[in-house]
C-alpha cells in the first residue's frame, strides 16, 4: 500500500495504542508529538509508588512489543513514524528518575529536561541505539531503541539533578 497510514484504524484499540492515541499521526514531528501527548499519562502514574511506576513501565514495554508489531504488520511498514507507543514508554523511563530522586514530580523544568533529553537519544539514536535500531526488527526493535534512549536520558536526567540540586 502506498499510504500506510490509511490502514490505521482508531477504533482498533493496537492502533489507538500504537499511535499514542492518535498523537503520532500528526503530519509532523510524529514523534515529538507522541512523546508530548505521554507527559499528562506520566503525571498520573507519577503519583504511584515507585515500585508500581516500574511495574507500569515494564507492563507498558511488554504489551508495546505486541502493540507495535500488530501495528506495524497492519501497516506493512517496520517501525512506522505513526507508531508512537515506544515513545510514550521511553519517556517514562526517562522520567523514573524524578520518581527516584525525590524531586518534585511535577516540576516542570524537571519534565522539560526530561523531554529534550529522551527527545535527543532517540532521535540522535548514538550508539547502542542506533544499532538496536538497524539489526533488531519486529515489535521488539520499536520498543527497545526507545527503552534504551530512555535509559540514556534518565542516567543524563540523574547527572543533571546532582549539579542543579
Request: aromatic residues 14%.
Amino acid at each position: 500500500m502506498s499510504n500506510p497510514i490509511a490502514c490505521i484504524r482508531l477504533k482498533n484499540p493496537w492502533h489507538l495504542l500504537a499511535t499514542g492515541f492518535g498523537s503520532g499521526l500528526s503530519p509532523v514531528i510524529p514523534g515529538t508529538m507522541g512523546t508530548l501527548a505521554s507527559i499528562p499519562f506520566y503525571l498520573a502514574f507519577s503519583h504511584l509508588s515507585l515500585g508500581l511506576y516500574i511495574a507500569v513501565i515494564i507492563c507498558s514495554s511488554f504489551a508495546g512489543w505486541l502493540i507495535c508489531q500488530k501495528t506495524a504488520d497492519d501497516m506493512g511498514v517496520h517501525d512506522h513514524g505513526a507508531i508512537v507507543w515506544d515513545e510514550f514508554v521511553g519517556f517514562w523511563i526517562t522520567m523514573s528518575v524524578v520518581q527516584y530522586s525525590g524531586q518534585n514530580i511535577g516540576d516542570w523544568h524537571w519534565i522539560l529536561a526530561g523531554f529534550v533529553l529522551f527527545r535527543f537519544f532517540d532521535m540522535v539514536k548514538p550508539w547502542p541505539i542506533g544499532w538496536l535500531d538497524q539489526h533488531v526488527k519486529g515489535g521488539l526493535g520499536i520498543m527497545l531503541d526507545d527503552i534504551v534512549a530512555g535509559i540514556m536520558a534518565g542516567i543524563s536526567l540523574f547527572l543533571l539533578m546532582l549539579f542543579y540540586v
